[in-house]
């Protein structure tokens, strides 16, 4: 086990101003809005925004409460969305290549975006290329269905999404 | 003795620190209450304690002393015996040296020395003992956070109470005062710290005293905490905010003069700094120093603070100059608190001392202005560095310019010739005629940069005015040499800032901008010695009228002039310039008002209608003017329009009413005189109408006939009951004179009728309309002449489909006989009379089944009215028509609590019925119609019948019928025997149900919700009940959320969820999926047992709705999921 922190001074990133949406005085009653790269962003951070991940397990210092956003693990543009594929897509950056609480940010997006489309979607999870160093194996792990329901029925895995993924406040 | 045993133990209650501090704070309470009632006077509690005071156990004695503090303190409004004051301030005073007990000998002085107004006080000498032990042998650093505020606070009330013997001590407390601030951290300390700083350089204030000697020193403590920062933001030290403390420390610093040599370069090193907070603070402070320091001493730092000031201004403004409408009366760009506090600091210095301009007038930058002035043309051709040199520039001298009189007559001197030189604009002669040799280059050589500081400084200049006038004896502006200048200058200005105007386009707003700001500014100066001469003033009224007049189409710079006319107005009412509001009156009022009327203009009618009433809304002698314009107005385009066909005419008309109406009507009490000249305009109304007898030109003129009710209606409405008759009267008469009185004597029977489709003329429908809305309108005290031929008249044309005439039955009916019982008699009917003819009466000549006109006053289903309804007689137009009229009478009927209303309701159930009573089947369109009325029924509505409108309303009505026809309806629900009347009931009991306040209906939770929950089946069958299904949806949820129907909601739990269900899936309206989807996830509240097993269903229907159409309908779901 690794008893310090993993990344014990992360860089910090402002947070990019949110894209504001334009037609949300749509008035036609019948109209589709299909889901795009921003919702699925906003599914991402709306819920369980700030979720310290370089202290879920030892610490929990309310000094320090970064988002995945202000590491830049993930951002709006890491999500490509093609609804009518039912595709998602999402990247996401470790902070440093070692890290290895890589597997659990990607099971908590995965677990979250699971909860949050509808069952058509085929979710792909993935790390940035060059960003990890065991890329290949993460990359697998995470878009292993079965290893994914194994992982689901560890009570202790379990509890640690459900704490990342439950709601914080600022 | 009681008390005394009882004080023992008290005692040893309070001396004992194992015992809990409410134990403490009970016993000491019992003391002090027993000494306040005197059962107990100090000296036997003394003499009581003396054990606890002496004895050698150092936290027992400690304990003690602290007691007798508290008691002292207790006994502060008490009267004492001054030698035991004496003896006490004695044994504290000794106490201050036995560290152990230090808490209990301060606070004893401390409450002793605050003593004041009351019997025995602390001598001079005494505090002077207290004061000298203090400070040889109280270490004040080295003691605890509550001990440490105390010494601060005893120094402080030392200071304040005893100056003289304080002075005696001169330098000991000085050095006292030093070694105590030393080190502080804490703020609740500092604060008071920081006060006592500033009481002693004010005891000390000569330059031999400790404080000149010791300023080094002293300076040297409580500089250290400047920049005032906090390292802990939250939590708690939120007792003191930092914006207090830094307050006090800049206090401290600019208290006295002697501080000079230390704080000045200290001021501006920490103004170089980056930190924001720390410019602020040292602006401020730098600002407070000026005050106190005095100007001699201040003088020596001018250039440096003057060279920082310009550093904070440059560095704090930005370069966007905004040429919006709203920047038009204020600086035009964002300022920060930096730039907020050096403009003050600058206004302060120049006030105090006029020689700090010589620095500004002398600065290179300010000189090079000029330059960078004539090099563009354009503002937006302007480097950024340009601009905000301009904007600088224009900010300095402007504040300088606004801070005396002095100082902005030099500025005018230096720089404002220059200035209008440099701009090519040109004195003119002592004559007052223009020097016209550069009347070309004039509007060729618009600097843009120059204008804006050219009114800036007009801005300025004119703030000064209204100082200068309020004490008499200064000699008026008129003589000041600034004013002189703007004198010699000001026509040609305008004629400069009136072209400017004139030659804007508009993709370059900052033409208009600058132009019309300009012009505000030349016609914003106060009183007759203003320097713009009347008839430049006019000259500017009618530049700006112009701009408005001649404009087709709304630009900016037709908004910028309207609101600069408008500042204008308010203006002279604001100061009450009669002599301008003569002009105004003159040029502005009349000019637009004279747009008004006349019909051909290039300007569109909304927009003149627009600046006419903004304009007059600014006086109301004005406004009185403008109403009378719309009158003529109204005449005019009204008679055009019948006379000659025009149709523009008679939209004019309608946008004239609809501006009387949102503009004028809202402003009623606010404006003395308007109801009036409101009267005279319906009446003029009224007169147009009877005049114009003939319209030759046939006109589907709905917008027009819906505009002048709507306006009918409200003068009605906020009129007196004397001019509602007056009105009513009028309108009579035209009516009686029309062609509509015919309509009474029609027989009325059904054939007849039936034959009447078609045979209002337009004239005769707009008088019928008038006339309905202003019985609407009008209130019970009101007098309605011949109401029986009246409601005959309203009868028979509400039979015809007319609305409005079966809303004014309803008010009638509504209002009848209420006002009559005191006033006069206002009606020759009673309400029985009237509601015989409604019922009875205007049928009886019908040649059918006339017979069965029996019961006298009951209207129930065997009145005539009744049979129509019930599709008896005559056609399904007829049917639904008297439906309709029918609901609107109820409504009346019901919201005066007449018991007739029941009769009513039993006929519209009646219709609702898939056959009625005697076996006719009813047309599906008269059910639904049926099914309406209890909408209005129980609605409120906009168009009549509400508290504007002087309904009589009682409380409670709704309730009263809901609890009427809930019941009935239910049983109805329950034997239908056709789902379409099924469904109409339903709807019937929504209506019902979701108009009534939710506290009645979750008072009949249990027996409701069935109801609605199948109500909530049955209506989303049909897409058509939408609208219906969605406001008892919210019914239900109101119920769902509340405690009250807790317990039969989590009876019902598996329907409503079952329900909530299929309507998350309901395709025809997105906020009943959404609110819906709400539901599900509050009934998450309902005990877990209950809800468990739907848990599948629920997230088989949330997961359906996660791939919604509608977005914010899938954010829900994914959040009622979670939640699930």
């Given at each position: 086990m690794v008893s310090g922190l993993i990344n014990e001074n992360p860089t910090v990133y402002e947070r990019k101003e949110r894209r504001v949406r334009t037609d949300s005085t749509n008035t036609d009653e019948f109209s589709v809005e299909p889901i795009d790269q921003l919702e699925i962003f906003d599914i991402l951070f709306f819920?369980?925004?700030?979720?310290n991940i370089h202290h879920i397990r030892d610490i929990r210092d309310p000094e320090h409460p970064y988002s995945l956003e202000q590491l830049k693990?993930?951002?709006?543009?890491s999500v490509e969305v093609d609804d009518l594929k039912s595709y998602v897509r999402v990247t996401f950056t470790p902070?440093?290549?070692?890290?290895?609480m890589a597997t659990i940010i990607g099971l908590s997006v995965r677990v979250k975006l699971m909860r949050s489309l509808p069952p058509r979607y085929k979710i792909d999870i993935r790390v940035a290329p060059g960003s990890h160093a065991t890329e290949a194996a993460l990359n697998k792990q995470l878009n292993d269905k079965e290893r994914v329901a194994a992982a689901l029925e560890n009570p202790n895995l379990v509890e640690m999404v459900d704490e990342c993924l439950s709601p914080s406040f600022e | 003795m009681a008390a005394l045993n009882n004080l023992t133990e008290h005692l040893e209650a309070f001396v004992?620190?194992?015992?809990?501090p409410t134990h403490h704070a009970e016993s000491l309470k019992a003391i002090a209450t027993s000494l306040e009632k005197s059962v107990l006077s100090i000296n036997q509690l003394v003499v009581e304690m003396d054990m606890y005071l002496t004895t050698t156990d150092d936290v027992v004695r400690a304990r003690g002393i602290l007691l007798l503090a508290e008691m002292l303190d207790y006994l502060k409004p008490k009267p004492l015996d001054n030698a035991v004051v004496n003896s006490l301030v004695g044994f504290f005073t000794a106490k201050l040296a036995e560290w152990r007990s230090v808490r209990g000998a301060l606070s004893g002085c401390l409450a002793l020395i605050k003593r004041k107004g009351v019997a025995g006080l602390v001598t001079a000498t005494d505090a002077e003992a207290v004061a000298k032990s203090m400070a040889q042998s109280v270490q004040v650093q080295s003691l605890a956070l509550y001990d440490r505020k105390l010494c601060f606070e005893l120094l402080e009330c030392l200071l304040e109470q005893y100056p003289e013997a304080m002075i005696n001590l001169g330098d000991l407390m000085v050095y006292a005062t030093c070694e105590a601030i030393d080190g502080e951290k804490d703020p609740p300390c500092l604060m008071v710290a920081f006060h006592v700083v500033e009481l002693l350089a004010r005891l000390f204030p000569s330059p031999s005293g400790p404080v000149a000697s010791e300023a080094s020193d002293l300076f040297e403590f409580i500089s250290c905490y400047f920049p005032l920062h906090y390292t802990h933001t939250k939590g708690d030290e939120a007792s003191i905010p930092r914006e207090d403390l830094s307050r006090g420390l800049s206090l401290a610093i600019s208290s006295t003069p002697f501080f000079e040599p230390y704080a000045i370069p200290l001021l501006l090193e920490k103004l170089s700094s980056s930190l924001p907070v720390a410019k602020v603070d040292s602006l401020k402070c730098l600002k407070d120093c000026a005050v106190n320091y005095g100007v001699n001493r201040m003088k020596k730092h001018y250039e440096g603070i003057w060279s920082a000031i310009k550093d904070a201004l440059y560095a704090s403004t930005g370069t966007d100059l905004s040429f919006g409408l709203e920047s038009l009366t204020s600086p035009g760009f964002e300022m920060n608190e930096i730039h907020r506090e050096a403009v003050n600091l600058l206004q302060r210095l120049v006030k105090q001392d006029i020689s700090f301009l010589g620095l500004v007038a002398d600065d290179i930058r300010v000189k090079m202005i000029f330059d960078t002035i004539s090099r563009y043309s354009r503002y937006e051709e302007m480097l950024d560095t340009s601009k905000l040199e301009v904007l600088v520039v224009s900010q300095i001298l402007s504040v300088s310019a606004r801070a005396s009189v002095e100082s902005c007559n030099t500025i005018f001197e230096t720089f404002f010739v220059r200035l209008m030189n440099t701009l090519g604009i040109v004195e003119s002669t002592s004559t007052g005629d223009l020097v016209h040799n550069e009347n070309s280059t004039v509007s060729t050589r618009l600097y843009h940069g120059g204008l804006h500081l050219c009114i800036e400084l007009l801005t300025a200049s004119k703030d000064l005015i209204p100082s200068s006038e309020e004490d008499s004896s200064t000699p008026g502006c008129a003589q000041q040499s600034w004013c002189s200048i703007v004198n010699k200058f000001s026509a040609s200005l305008i004629e400069a800032f009136t072209s400017a105007v004139q030659s804007s386009n508009d993709d370059c707003t900052a033409d208009a901008y600058l132009g019309v700001k300009g012009l505000l500014a030349m016609g914003m100066f106060r009183g007759g010695s203003s320097p713009v001469s009347r008839s430049e003033y006019e000259k500017i009224l009618t530049t700006l009228t112009s701009i408005i007049a001649a404009n087709s189409a709304k630009t900016v710079k037709w908004e910028l002039a309207l609101k600069a006319l408008v500042c204008m107005g308010s203006f002279i009412d604001q100061y009450h310039e009669s002599e301008k509001a003569m002009s105004y009156m003159g040029i502005v009022v009349e000019n637009l008002v004279s747009l008004v009327r006349s019909s051909h203009c290039s300007l569109p009618h909304p927009m003149i209608l627009e600046a006419t009433s903004e304009v007059c809304s600014t006086s109301p002698t004005y406004v009185e003017k403008m109403v009378q314009g719309f009158e003529e107005a109204f005449c005019s385009s009204f008679s055009d329009f019948c006379v000659n066909g025009n149709f523009k005419s008679i939209e004019n008309c309608s946008q004239l009413l609809e501006c009387v109406t949102n503009k004028l009507l809202p402003r009623v009490t606010e404006i003395d005189g308007l109801e009036k000249s409101l009267v005279s305009f319906a009446i003029s109304m009224w007169n147009q109408i009877e005049s114009s007898v003939v319209f030759s030109y046939a006109f589907n003129g709905r917008e027009f006939v819906e505009a002048a009710m709507k306006t009918m209606r409200q003068i009605v409405g906020v009129a007196s009951v004397n001019s509602q008759n007056s009105i009513i009267q009028k309108a009579y008469n035209v009516i009686s004179l029309s062609t509509l009185p015919a309509m009474e004597s029609i027989p009325l029977t059904f054939a007849a009728l039936e034959g009447l489709q078609h045979d209002l003329s337009t004239r005769d429908e707009l008088i019928l309309s008038l006339f309905a809305s202003v019985i609407i309108g009008a209130s019970p005290m009101a007098s309605i002449p011949d109401v029986k031929s009246l409601i005959k008249l309203f009868m028979v044309s509400s039979l015809k489909g007319y609305i409005p005439a079966a809303q004014a039955l309803g008010s009638m009916v509504n209002k009848l006989?209420?006002?009559?019982?005191?006033?006069?008699?206002?009606?020759?009917?009673?309400l029985e009379e009237a509601c015989d003819i409604i019922f009875h009466e205007s049928f009886e000549s019908g040649n059918t089944n006339s017979s069965d006109v029996t019961s006298k006053t009951i209207c129930g289903s065997e009145t005539l009215l009744a049979k129509i309804c019930l599709g008896f007689y005559g056609s399904l137009d007829l049917q639904t028509r008297a439906i309709t009229g029918l609901a609107w009478i109820g409504k009346g009927l019901l919201m005066r609590g007449d018991k007739r209303v029941n009769e009513i309701a039993l006929v519209l159930v009646e219709c609702l019925k898939s056959t009625n009573s005697s076996g006719n089947a009813l047309h599906p369109t008269a059910m639904k119609h049926a099914a309406d009325a209890f909408l209005t029924l129980m609605s409120d509505s906009e168009a009549c019948l509400n508290r504007k409108l002087h309904a009589v309303i009682r409380p409670l009505y709704k309730q009263r019928f809901f609890s009427i026809t809930v019941p009935i309806l239910e049983s109805l629900i329950v034997n239908s025997q056709t789902p379409l009347s099924r469904t109409m009931l339903h709807v019937a009991l929504a209506h019902v149900i979701s108009n009534v306040p939710v506290t009645v209906i979750l008072d009949n939770t249990k027996k409701l919700l069935p109801v609605i929950l199948e109500g909530l089946s049955v209506l989303s069958v049909d897409s058509v009940h939408k609208e219906i299904l969605f406001s008892l949806l919210l019914v239900l949820s109101g119920t769902l959320t509340d405690i009250k129907g807790r317990q039969s909601v989590s009876d019902n739990a598996h329907r409503i969820i079952e329900c909530l269900v299929k309507l998350a899936s309901y395709s025809h309206l997105m906020v009943v999926r959404e609110t819906a989807i709400q539901c599900l996830a509050t009934l998450l509240e309902l005990p877990h047992r209950r809800i468990y097993p739907f848990r599948r269903e629920v997230l088989q229907a949330v997961t359906k709705a996660l791939d919604d159409p509608k977005r914010r309908v899938r954010e829900e779901a994914i959040k009622c999921r979670q939640a699930w």
């Open positions: 819920d369980f925004a700030i979720v693990v993930l951002t709006e543009d902070t440093v290549e070692h890290c290895s | 004992d620190v194992t015992r809990s006989g209420v006002g009559s019982g005191g006033t006069n008699t206002s009606s020759d009917c009673s």
